[in-house]
Every structure is written in structure tokens, then in C-alpha cells.
């Protein structure tokens, strides 16, 4: 049965209105200057209608503090009306606000003051205001950074600062000089027939909660999914699992697990996939909705454990709708490998299986499954054959006969990768185009690296050759971890082009070797993840016709060569420019540098407070987020860290 969410919103709206603000009709004095001030007990505050009334801890009232045309309020008042724990640690200059609930004193009668002039007052920029543990930064309506003010003993803050971040409607009555605060949420429905409760701030501040209490809060698709795309800002391609040393099955974790960041492993901590975001939605709205998520499983005769595609499922208005959660989330460019699960409202779950089998986005899925309520799922490899071994789940369809040989499964995943599918893909049409045919393509496959880099000279000729070789993913790239850091590099292209597989780093080492002095400038682009989501990536940029253009050839590789997931190439005027337009490429990055070098890209860590490369190295920093405490930095190359500069 479907919880009531004004309720539950309203408890959390209230907890983070300890800090609010009001629209200013003057921005505050940003640089500190003193300005006009009255203490004004003629301001009503009134909260969802009712109301107001603001004490100390004495349970004397306290009033309003005009001052450069905005309203201030006691921090402690509007706790106590709040019924909410406020304290001050005097080390840091700090007032603390949390959940915790409090007895608030009993107001005492008093005669309402006259207006008070008030002289001296300076906004405190030595205050911070903290909330649950962060760092709160007030801004006005103009979006600029506002203090709390100080006045005799009290702290006073501006009510619009804290009201913006928290979604509290806040409007000025002229006729009975009122302030109204406002906490209803926002009732507009999406497709679900659900709304946003909470904003993205409150959803922020929801991220060090526990699996159940976000379970607790959150009650529908577009809360949960928002959140989602906050906890998740880059994911792995599909899915990430916990598989035994040397053990036939593998598990995806529940969505209490994801949530709860709880793995087997200390390599596997901070990781989430795409199937993941299915798991953990159908987990948070299982008190809500009849929800689960939709696994596929690939045939696969190499025995190992296979990629998956995924989908979720609820029952709205007694159909079930089966939809992607991550399509439209900020990683979902990022993470997307292949076409997605086909979308569909039907009457019941072997209904969409049924109409799905033959689908082209099912070309290569042998089973398909349906987890209720994000549980935890354990699958295993047997006889080349994926099953689901959790208790009580039976496929929606398995079909053994996909169990192909090797060569007829082969061609099955592989035998769209041939080069005379060159004209379907865009990277052709730019940079120069083709020079290569096909048949001289072909021709170059298995020559020397020396014969192949003279016969690819543009982008294009490149994935031409990458098509006619049927370059594969290679899982994974090299590391050494010494003194606690972790360093990834990769290796060049005479290794990725005698071994015929590549990854990030591989593609961009190789096309750095291939195309060297064919262009104006080729170079490598390398970015970050925040720790724990997604690690880094390598790509290139390509300087053609006094522009600059970036190129991930990986992508092909991760995508299986899918015409429909081709890299969305982006054209600058300068390099630089990428640093504030990489969101039309990727998502939640967090450090982004370029540089050119004579062999391959720079070794790196990715770590907790940073984005570390070689102390000798030369790049350029386009985007880096010290607010968040990640940021470019430099540290001594160790010994086994192979030489970028060497040539390839």
C-alpha cells in the first residue's frame, strides 16, 4: 500500500529549515560594509499557514532583524519553533544544526518592542553554519554568498538562503508585512503518476543516510531516481559483482547492499553499474509499488561470467510499465554499452518477454528474469550456460538452444564488426575522412605497427582498420599500487595492435602512435571520477583545421561497435573549452587535464583528494573541483611505472 508522503516530506522540510532566506529587495553587502539595520517585532513569520512564533532558550519571544533590505532570524528561534537540535562549537565558529529532535522551551508572554534602530552591524563571515555535517553557503535571490550577522549574543541568518536550498516557498505579504513560508512540496505528476517531493539539496543531504532510512523517505520514481542520479554520477557499463576466487557463480547485490556500499571486497567498494540503479530503485519503492528489476543474460561460450542489460518494472494503474531508470541520469551517456532494453507498457510480465524475445536489442540474450523488490541475485555459469540459481525466481523465458557452437556464436555477438560497415558511423564524415578502402584495410591487418601507421592517416581510417581487425575489449588496464596509491597506465599500441584488444587507454595510445604528425595536433584527454565512482578515463583530442575535436575511439570498443552508441564527437574553438562543456560528452567528472606526449598517456591515481600524475610531467588543467576536495596534483613517479615519453 502506498505510504502518505506529505507527512514524511514535511518532517524533513522542517529538520533543514533551520537556515532560511528571505528575496531580497537589496543584495547583501557581499564585501561586509555596514548598512541600515532595525530589529522589527512588526514582521509576522507564519509556517504552512500558521502562525510562527520565535523564542530563545529562555522562551522569550525573539523578532526579525532587518538589514540591507533583507530579513534575519535567530538561528536557536527557529530551531526551537522547529522543535530541532541547534548548538555552537566555539573552536570553529560554527552553529551546528541536525535532526535530532528537542523539547523546545514553552514561550513566555511579553509585550511586543517597539522598531529598534540598530548601528554596527557587519555580516560575520567567520560563521559557518552546519547542517548534519556540511558546510552550509547562503546566496540571495541574485546569487550572492550572504553571512549570518550578529547581534547581542544571537545569531541571526537570512531566510532566503537556506529557503532556496530547501524548496521552501517563501513570499512577502506588503498589506500585513508577513513573511510566509511555505513547505508543501511540489505535487506535478511525471508518467508514474508520482511527483518530486524534495529538491536536489534535500536529496544531497540525504547521502550519508543508511539503506532503510532512505528506503524510509523516499516513495517515489522521481525522488528515487533523482537521488539515484545524485549518488551516481558515473557508473560502470553494466553491472558491477562480487564473483569467488575461482568459483562458478557470481552475485549482484541487493539494493540494501548497493545503498549500504556493502561488498566482499575492498576492490569493489564505491562501485555501482547500470543494472545496479534497477536493483537499488526496486529496493527503495518496495513498500510503494509492486517494483523489481528485469535481468537478461548473454549466452556465452568462453566460460566466462557475461555482461547483462537490465530494465525496471512497476505496476501503475494495473499495467506494468518496463522503463531504464538511467535514461536521462547524468552517467548515462557514460555507461550506456549497446542498445538498451525495449520500453513498453503491457498487461504482464511474460507478455513483455514474449514481445521483446525476437527484438533486435535481444540479439545475443539467451534468459530473462524478474527480481521482485531489489533482492539480491546469484547467477552461475554452468556448462556455458547463465542461470539464475536464487531461490524461487524462474526465468520469464530461457532458451537452450541459443547454446550455439563457437564459431556460429561467434558470429552471432561479432559478425556485425566487419569493415564494410565503414559508412554507417559518423567518425568517417569528419577529420579528413577516408583514405584507406576496405580491402587496403583488411591488407594492413597483421603487418608490421610500422606498414600499419603509414596506411592509417585519419580518424576514420582508423576505425576502418579497428573494424576490418575486429579489435575487442580488453578488461581492466595495468597498475602498480606502492606507499598506498594505486598507478594506472596502459600499454602501446605495438602491444594492443599484437594482441588485438584494447581499452581506453590502449585505443588512445594507439591512435596517438597511428596518427602522429598526420594532423595539426593529436593529444590525450584524461579525466576523474570522484572516488569510488567510476575510477578515470583516457580519450583523445585531434587538432584539425584550427579545431579541435574529441575522439574516444574506446567507445566502439565498450558499445561492441553499436552504430546507435557512436561517441558524441565535440568540435571547439579551443582545447581549453572542453573544460566547461564536457557534460555534452560525459557525467560527474570531477578533473579533467590534457597533454601531447611521444609515446603514451600519463600514468595517474585516482584517489581521495585528488587527481595525481607524475611530478616531471607536462599537462594543462581544464576542470578540477577543489570545493569538493578533489583536485589536480602532482607525486613521484615509482620505480615500474613505465616512462609515458618512451616511444611506442
Not at 521552501?168 to 513560508?181: E, G, P, Q, Y
Not at 543508511?210 to 525522488?223: F, I
Request: proline residues 5%.
Amino acid at each position: 500500500m502506498k505510504r502518505t508522503i506529505y507527512t514524511k516530506f514535511t518532517a524533513f522540510a522542517l529538520s533543514a529549515l533551520f537556515v532560511l532566506s528571505l528575496l531580497t529587495a537589496t543584495p547583501l553587502n557581499a564585501s561586509g560594509s555596514v548598512g541600515d539595520a532595525r530589529l522589527d517585532p512588526g514582521i509576522s513569520i507564519t509556517l504552512d499557514g500558521q502562525a510562527a512564533l520565535l523564542v530563545n532558550e529562555r522562551g522569550e519571544p525573539v523578532y526579525p532583524i532587518l538589514f540591507n533590505g533583507t530579513t534575519y532570524v535567530p538561528v536557536r528561534g527557529i530551531a526551537y519553533l522547529l522543535g530541532k537540535h541547534v548548538g555552537w562549537d566555539p573552536t570553529t565558529r560554527s552553529v551546528l544544526l541536525t535532526d535530532e529532535a528537542i523539547t523546545a522551551p514553552s514561550p513566555l508572554s511579553a509585550a511586543k518592542p517597539d522598531v529598534t534602530i540598530l548601528t554596527g552591524l557587519d555580516p560575520d563571515q567567520s560563521i559557518r553554519i552546519m547542517y548534519n555535517g556540511i558546510e552550509q553557503k547562503l546566496e540571495d535571490v541574485n546569487g550572492n554568498r550572504v553571512y549570518p550577522i550578529l547581534y547581542n549574543g544571537t545569531t541571526y541568518v537570512p531566510l532566503r538562503g537556506i529557503a532556496s536550498l530547501y524548496g521552501i516557498a517563501v513570499d512577502w505579504i506588503a498589506s500585513s508585512r508577513t513573511v510566509t513560508l511555505e513547505s508543501k512540496p511540489d505535487t506535478s505528476a511525471n508518467e508514474f503518476t508520482d511527483a518530486r517531493k524534495f529538491t536536489d539539496v534535500q536529496l544531497s543531504g540525504m547521502l550519508n543516510l543508511s539503506a532503510t532510512e532512505l528506503k524510509s523517505r523516499l516513495s517515489t520514481v522521481a525522488d528515487a531516481t533523482a537521488f539515484l542520479d545524485i549518488k551516481y554520477p558515473s557508473l560502470w557499463h553494466s553491472y558491477h559483482l562480487w564473483q569467488g576466487e575461482g568459483s562458478n557463480f557470481a552475485v549482484l547485490r541487493s539494493g540494501e547492499e548497493i545503498l549500504d556500499d556493502t561488498v566482499e571486497s575492498d576492490a569493489g567498494r564505491g562501485l555501482a553499474g547500470r543494472s545496479d540503479i534497477a536493483t537499488a530503485i526496486a529496493y527503495l519503492l518496495s513498500d510503494d509499488y509492486t517494483i523489481g528489476s528485469i535481468y537478461c543474460f548473454s549466452y556465452d561460450n568462453t566460460g566466462e561470467f557475461n555482461p547483462i542489460k537490465s530494465a525496471t518494472y512497476i505496476l501503475s494503474n494495473g499495467q506494468y510499465r518496463i522503463f531504464d531508470p538511467v535514461v536521462g541520469m547524468a552517467a548515462d551517456m557514460g555507461c550506456r554499452a549497446g542498445d538498451l532494453l525495449p520500453e513498453m507498457t503491457v498487461t504482464d510480465l511474460a507478455a513483455y518477454a514474449k514481445a521483446v524475445e525476437n527484438s533486435p536489442q535481444m540479439a545475443g540474450i539467451a534468459s530473462m528474469y524478474a527480481i521482485e523488490s531489489g533482492q539480491r541475485v546469484t547467477f552461475s555459469n554452468i556448462n556455458s550456460w547463465t542461470r539464475v540459481i536464487t531461490p524461487n525466481v524462474a526465468p520469464l523465458f530461457a532458451d537452450e538452444t541459443k547454446m550455439l557452437g563457437d564459431d556460429a556464436y561467434y558470429e552471432k555477438m561479432y559478425g556485425h564488426i566487419k569493415a564494410e560497415n565503414i559508412n554507417e558511423y559518423q567518425l568517417p564524415k569528419i577529420l579528413g575522412g577516408l583514405t584507406l578502402s576496405v580491402s587496403e584495410a583488411k591488407a594492413l591487418v597483421g603487418q608490421p605497427p610500422e606498414m600499419i601507421k603509414a596506411g592509417v592517416k585519419t580518424a576514420g581510417d582508423l576505425l576502418l582498420y579497428m573494424l576490418a581487425a575486429r579489435i575487442m575489449l580488453r578488461n581492466g588496464d595495468d597498475s602498480i599500487s606502492v606507499g598506498g596509491y594505486t598507478w594506472h597506465y596502459n600499454g602501446p599500441a605495438r602491444q594492443t595492435l599484437a594482441e588485438n584488444l584494447g581499452n581506453c587507454g590502449r585505443m588512445a595510445n594507439l591512435a596517438n602512435y597511428l596518427l602522429e604528425g598526420d594532423y595539426q595536433e593529436i593529444g590525450f584527454v584524461l579525466h576523474s571520477y570522484y572516488p569510488g565512482e567510476g575510477g578515470g578515463h583516457v580519450y583523445n583530442y585531434i587538432k584539425y583545421q584550427d579545431k579541435y575535436y574529441i575522439v574516444d575511439f574506446s567507445s566502439y570498443l565498450f558499445s561492441n561497435y553499436n552504430v546507435q552508441a557512436e561517441f558524441n564527437f565535440l568540435e571547439l574553438a579551443r582545447i581549453e573549452d572542453y573544460g566547461g562543456k564536457w557534460g555534452e560528452c560525459y557525467g560527474g567528472l570531477a578533473a579533467i587535464i590534457t597533454h601531447t606526449s611521444t609515446g603514451t598517456h600519463l600514468p595517474n591515481v585516482w584517489h581521495e583528494g585528488g587527481y595525481y600524475f607524475p611530478s616531471d610531467s607536462e599537462f594543462s588543467v581544464l576542470f578540477e573541483t577543489p570545493g569538493k576536495g578533489y583536485e589536480v596534483r602532482r607525486m613521484q613517479r615509482p620505480s615500474g611505472v613505465p616512462d609515458w615519453r618512451a616511444p611506442q
